[in-house]
């Protein structure tokens, strides 16, 4: 009897397993958005965790003799003017602009969800909040990075911090907008005449419903942060020159883009692929999360 009850828990297990990979398989299948988006986003991941076993060498070795070569089979993206491999430096590059494009993702949403939701619920602190966002949301986010990393030293974690800054305002004027549609809803009143407090509302009704645009929003500033890093790096306001980076890469190749455009070329197409790759997922997550807007239910 034991053997039996156990044969039947393994075979519930791998049907509620293949069940999952059925909904999953489905669920790509209406929004390839997602699959495409997701799939590309993973692939460069996977390349910038895995850079030192795709025959890559160290992307920082200066080979003078062999500088601004083009394109071969020894060097597959050729070299820059140091004769630094650019293939390397790009794949390594790749490590940089996703640990900024995440991170600041999850920093602005974090900071940007906990000040939509104090602005939004409580009717008092919201005019102030809102003044002040608006006062940040007047200076475009790439001048107030800048400003921003003119106070401190070029480093990962201090281009973080500044696009962060500038990305906040947008994510919490989107969390004051469905706080304040969702404030009137007759279930959140409900709870109100219930004698539920505050944070018990926030929690159990507030949060769970801010969670769909978030991630919308989330993958759009993780996009807008590689752009921004990019463009602080290749002005030489971001990530020190010494530390391979798309940007970096673009800004130390534009010397000789017209006799040499594959060092410019290469990190710019891996750049727009990533930053796409990171805008389908935002929509296919936008269309499968919002009904209103979903092809079907």
């Not at 828990?9 to 791998?14: D, E, I, K, P, V």
């Not at 390839?32 to 692939?43: D, Q, R, W």
């Not at 020159?241 to 410019?264: C, D, K, Y």
Request: hydrophobic share 55%.
């Amino acid at each position: 009897m034991t053997a039996l009850s156990g044969t039947e828990a393994g075979a519930t297990r791998l049907f509620a397993r293949a069940t999952r990979q059925k909904r999953f398989l489905r669920y790509l299948r209406r929004h390839p958005s997602v699959a495409i988006g997701g799939g590309l986003l993973l692939a460069i991941a996977l390349g910038a965790i895995l850079a030192p076993l795709l025959w890559t060498i160290d992307p920082t070795q200066l080979s003078p003799a062999r500088r601004t070569r083009m394109p071969s089979e020894q060097f597959w993206f050729g070299t820059d003017m140091l004769g630094r491999d650019v293939y390397s430096r790009v794949v390594y590059g790749a490590r940089v602009s996703l640990v900024v494009g995440f991170s600041v993702a999850v920093l602005a949403s974090v900071a940007g969800l906990a000040i939509g939701v104090l602005a939004g619920f409580v009717r008092k602190l919201d005019g102030v909040i809102m003044r002040a966002i608006d006062g940040m949301m007047s200076i475009p986010p790439i001048l107030l990075a800048i400003a921003l990393m003119a106070l401190t030293r070029g480093s990962v974690g201090n281009v973080i911090l500044a696009i962060t800054l500038a990305e906040i305002p947008r994510v919490a004027r989107l969390v004051r907008g469905v706080v304040l549609s969702l404030r009137e809803q007759p279930y959140v009143e409900a709870a109100v005449a219930c004698g539920a407090g505050v944070p018990r509302i926030l929690v159990r009704h507030i949060l769970p419903n801010t969670v769909a645009p978030m991630m919308v929003q989330a993958t759009y500033i993780c996009a807008s942060a590689m752009i921004v890093e990019a463009i602080l790096s290749f002005i030489g306001a971001g990530i020190p020159p010494a530390t391979p980076s798309w940007g970096n890469i673009m800004a130390e190749g534009r010397a000789l883009w017209q006799v040499r455009p594959h060092i410019v070329l290469f990190p710019a197409i891996f750049l727009s692929i990533t930053v796409l790759a990171v805008n389908l997922l935002g929509d296919g997550l936008r269309d499968s999360l919002d009904p209103r807007i979903a092809k079907r239910l």
